[in-house]
């Protein structure tokens, strides 16, 4: 079940040097050795066990380059392990690739390309309503609720400091269900999942419950979308539920660097 999507931020660190110039090997993510280019723009730098993809580095905008480096790397994904490198990393020339990147963190490669065989990263997305979270707010709370009556039996006019105090405790009120869905969401869902992390929105305000990845083994993905659909469905009209993937392991790249090397 896949989505148009504009990937998340976070993949693994860059080596170091790094240069931001638009000139040189722009690197896209690391896979295991013997595995083909995405496509034919792309050049695959190999050392011992691992890859790196490279591709030219250019000077367009900003988030077309970030929407295409997603792209290739979740067509990668697809077909092979494969490690997203953060977005923008370039190094001087393929050369340089192999020297400051692959060599170095070759063993830390294998430990981490080992553990996403048959694994991809899956991202749900979770929404209120937002008429239907103020209704439960409303219905759930005496004391708002009648705050809410006394206030919309008033003339308009300047903002009181009532609604104003209304505001607030509702918002409290969906902080509070947004950390008890929260939870639910991962309850239901982590049980299926390698690794699950969850991202808060920040500040925390508004409608937004949270941004879950989780790593699943393929083989599980019907599994996965299947309780997917379940909750969607006891929160129907109430929550709206975004899933994305498979995908590669943006969310995880970087816990799975910090593996020991096998037989370490």
């Known amino acids: 079940m896949a989505a148009p999507k504009t990937p998340p931020r976070s993949a693994a660190p860059p080596p170091e040097p790094a240069v931001t110039a638009p000139a040189g090997c722009r690197v896209y993510g690391v896979l295991p050795a013997g595995a083909p280019a995405p496509t034919p723009e792309i050049r695959v730098v190999q050392h011992r066990q691992i890859a790196a993809l490279v591709g030219p580095a250019t000077a367009a905008g900003a988030r077309r380059e970030l929407l295409a ?12 392990p494969v490690l997203p490198v953060r977005f923008g990393t370039v190094l001087a020339s393929p050369e340089a690739v192999e020297r400051n990147l692959l060599a170095p963190y070759h063993d830390a490669f294998v430990a981490a390309l080992g553990a996403l065989t048959g694994r991809a990263q899956f991202t749900v997305r979770a929404r209120y309503e937002p008429d239907a979270i103020v209704r439960e707010v409303l219905d759930g709370e005496p004391t708002i609720k009648r705050l809410h009556q006394q206030l919309g039996r008033r003339p308009g006019g300047p903002v009181p400091a009532g609604q104003v105090r209304l505001g607030e405790l509702v918002a409290r009120a969906i902080v509070a269900r947004r950390e008890v869905d929260t939870r639910t969401l ?23 419950i949270a941004t879950f990845a989780f790593l699943v083994e393929l083989a599980r993905q019907g599994e996965f979308e299947h309780r997917v659909g379940q909750l969607a469905g006891r929160w129907r009209a109430r929550v709206r539920l975004r899933l994305l993937g498979p995908m590669a392991a943006y969310h995880f790249a970087d816990r799975l660097m910090q593996l020991p090397p096998a037989g370490g």
């Open 69 to 80: 480096h997603a792209r290739l790397l979740d067509t990668a994904a697809a077909t092979t």
């Open 186 to 208: 991962a309850d239901s869902l982590g049980p299926v999942a390698t690794l699950t992390t969850v991202q808060a929105p920040e500040p925390v305000s508004g409608y937004r």
